[in-house]
């Protein structure tokens, strides 16, 4: 009896597997290659029974086996045509696209005019019309809004109507247009279409840019028109200011004239008073006795010391009002370098 072994029978099982699964990928693109064929073939059917005998027999003998460039050309073909049954299908798909959104923008309209009517009509014939005494609808105004309805309804159709005559001048003029440029030979390619493509990509981008500068600078704007909105409020508070202290100025001005004034008027008072004295003591000197009387002495002495006081009083006063002075114009001073 001979001897099995295990190990080598798995291991031809596992060749005869990856055989099978080669074997089975091999099977399947030639079953993909046969569909292309088939299908090429099929496409390419009615072309050859279009042909006359002759050129038939031009043709020869089909061959038994296609080489590399010929299976590349079906390919290519096959290619071609997919892609324009793709195109077809994508431009089909569009216009109905655009067909059911026009009818669903024309059935929104529709809806929200009904919308409006029933409003207008529970408004002016079901709130509005009604008799206040019996209760009823007045026919009288169901007849008024009917009619004016059918009068916009009129109107509407008109309006339309123009419309749809001057949309189709206007598409005639359209086709004009293109005839004439297929006449002239002045059609865009694919090509041409997909340079403009690429041109209005790169003007939609740059649009995009400026965009988003204006919108820097309007931000821009913003806090500058912000900084200057709070310059022009400091501004406003300084010259408030500078007008308080300007008007403080001119009060503190007037008050040191009145004081210079008053001290004038005491200083003068004084020489006077002084003079009197003088001539007083001069008129008891001269007495009979030589000697002046003791209380009228006692009392210029104390008009004297009244006087004084008075005077010391008038000038202290008038250094207040000057140092006030001299601090209401360091705060004009600052004020104005301030301002600057």
Excluded: C
Aim: aromatic share 4%.
């Amino acid at each position: 009896m001979p001897f099995f072994d295990a190990t080598d029978y798995e291991e031809q099982m596992e060749e005869m597997e990856a055989a099978m699964e080669e074997i089975q990928r091999d099977v399947d693109a030639l079953q993909l290659e046969n569909q292309l064929f088939q299908r090429y073939l099929k496409r390419n059917t009615a072309n050859d029974a279009s042909l006359d005998e002759p050129k038939k027999k031009r043709r020869g003998k089909v061959p038994s086996s296609l080489q590399i460039d010929q299976k590349l050309e079906i390919v290519q073909s096959e290619l071609d045509e997919v892609t324009k049954d793709r195109n077809d299908s994508k431009i089909t798909s569009e216009k109905l696209i655009d067909t059911l959104r026009a009818v669903l923008e024309e059935t929104d309209l529709r809806i929200s005019e009904l919308k409006k009517d029933a409003y207008e009509f529970k408004r002016d014939i079901v709130v509005g019309a009604e008799n206040m005494r019996t209760g009823r609808t007045m026919a009288e105004k169901v007849v008024r809004y009917m009619e004016d309805k059918l009068r916009q309804r009129d109107a509407m159709i008109e309006k339309l109507r123009l419309k749809n005559a001057t949309l189709k001048t206007q598409k005639q003029k359209v086709e004009a247009q293109l005839r004439q440029k297929e006449e002239m030979g002045d059609v865009l390619h694919y090509i041409d279409f997909h340079q403009l493509q690429i041109e209005n990509k790169q003007y939609v981008q740059k649009i995009d840019e400026r965009n988003e500068e204006l919108l820097k600078l309007k931000l821009t704007t913003g806090t500058t028109v912000q900084a200057l909105n709070t310059l022009k409020n400091n501004l406003t508070g300084l010259l408030g200011e500078s007008t308080w202290l300007g008007k403080e100025i001119n009060s503190r001005q007037s008050q040191l004239q009145k004081l210079s004034s008053d001290a004038s008027s005491v200083q003068s008072e004084l020489v006077y008073e002084k003079r009197l004295q003088k001539r007083l003591a001069s008129e008891e000197s001269t007495d009979g006795n030589g000697m002046p009387q003791i209380m009228d002495y006692v009392q210029q002495k104390k008009e004297m010391y009244e006087l004084e006081e008075e005077v010391k009083n008038w000038e202290r006063k008038v250094e207040i009002a000057e140092m006030a002075a001299k601090k209401a114009k360091r705060k004009i001073k600052m004020a104005k370098e301030g301002t600057r």
